[in-house]
């Protein structure tokens, strides 16, 4: 509690308190629609997050980019082990003004076994995906939630 005596002066305000920045996104931001399956697991997230756009102000489009790449190799030279990548490039404009609002980069990722069966590999990849798609999410959630607080104060 006494951590929290000094950013009462400065003008600190939780991003999710009752008359946070985070509360003045709930359901106004509208996404770019999704087109494959990690776009609709992203869209989600945010959704999730910020709720379904129902009086939108701002227009989110983005760019996804996913790779992988072999990390763990067996004696019979097989790769047992993949991390995914991704990287989210967005872009959150004003919808009355088309003024960029944030913008940025965003990139994390997740890793999955291949040592199961087909069935639990395969399992295991699109679960690896849709975590990472989370990740990407929150990160880009918080970093417009930074960019709105600072531009309130």
């Given at each position: 509690?006494?951590?929290?005596?000094?950013?009462?002066?400065?003008?600190f305000?939780?991003a999710y308190?009752?008359?946070?920045?985070?509360a003045?996104l709930?359901?106004r931001?509208?996404?770019?629609?999704?087109?494959?399956?990690?776009?609709?697991?992203?869209?989600?997230?945010?959704?999730?997050?910020?709720?379904?756009?129902n009086?939108?102000?701002?227009?989110?489009?983005?760019?996804?980019r996913?790779?992988?790449?072999?990390?763990?190799i067996s004696a019979q030279?097989?790769?047992?082990r993949?991390?995914?990548?991704g990287?989210l490039?967005?872009v959150?404009?004003?919808r009355?003004?088309g003024?960029?609002v944030?913008?940025?980069?965003?990139s994390?990722f997740?890793?999955?076994?291949t040592?199961?069966?087909?069935?639990?590999?395969?399992?295991?990849?699109?679960?690896?995906?849709?975590?990472?798609?989370v990740?990407?999410?929150?990160?880009?959630?918080?970093?417009?939630?930074?960019?709105?607080?600072?531009?309130?104060?």
């Open positions: 509690m006494l951590g929290l005596m000094p950013l009462a002066g400065c003008g305000q939780p308190g009752t008359d946070g920045v985070a003045d709930q359901g931001v509208a996404l770019q629609d999704p087109t494959e399956r990690d776009e609709f697991d992203l869209v989600a997230r945010f959704e999730e997050r910020l709720g379904r756009p009086a939108p102000i701002y227009d989110l489009s983005y760019s996804l996913t790779d992988e790449e072999g990390l763990g030279q097989e790769i047992t993949f991390n995914v990548l990287y490039d967005f959150l404009r004003d009355r003004t003024l960029i944030a913008q940025g980069s965003t994390n997740t890793g999955y076994s040592t199961g069966n087909t069935i639990t590999t395969v399992t295991a990849q699109r679960d690896a995906y849709a975590r990472l798609m990740l990407l999410a929150d990160q880009t959630i918080t970093r417009i939630l930074a960019v709105l607080a600072a531009d309130a104060s």
